[in-house]
């Protein structure tokens, strides 16, 4: 079993910035892949970043060149840094933890730009 908890959530103004942790505790295996996902109200969830334990990292087209994914594997951290924030970043901010064909979820982190 692996559990999430996510943090760095919270209130900031168009243009700020955020960054968002997410730590993995339990049975951690090296071969995984770790990802953000948001979701707002009345919209999909969607897939926001993700990187490999090899550290291949991919975005979603509308946060590339703003947010940065990366994991300190010591600490089985997974990390988000968002910069330049618009109100439609606004959502829930989840990670998820996927090996050996199952993937784990954290309890997500609020994240509200106002404009």
């Known amino acids: 079993q692996v559990r999430l908890v996510e943090s760095g959530g919270g209130l900031v103004q168009a243009g700020g910035s955020l960054r968002l942790s997410c730590a993995a505790s339990?049975?951690?295996?090296?071969?995984?892949?770790k990802a953000w996902y948001r979701q707002a109200p009345g919209r999909q969830r969607e897939l926001v970043a993700e990187?490999?334990?090899?550290?291949?990292?991919s975005y979603a087209d509308s946060v590339k060149g703003r947010f940065t994914i990366s994991r300190d594997n010591t600490k089985n951290t997974v990390y988000l840094q968002m910069n330049s924030l618009k109100p439609e970043d606004t959502g829930v901010y989840s990670c998820?933890?996927?090996?050996?064909?199952?993937?784990?979820w954290g309890p997500g982190t609020q994240v509200t730009v106002a404009s």
């Open positions: 990187v490999t334990n090899s550290g291949s990292i």
């Open positions: 339990g049975d951690i295996f090296s071969i995984n892949t």
């Open positions: 998820s933890h996927r090996q050996k064909l199952r993937t784990y």
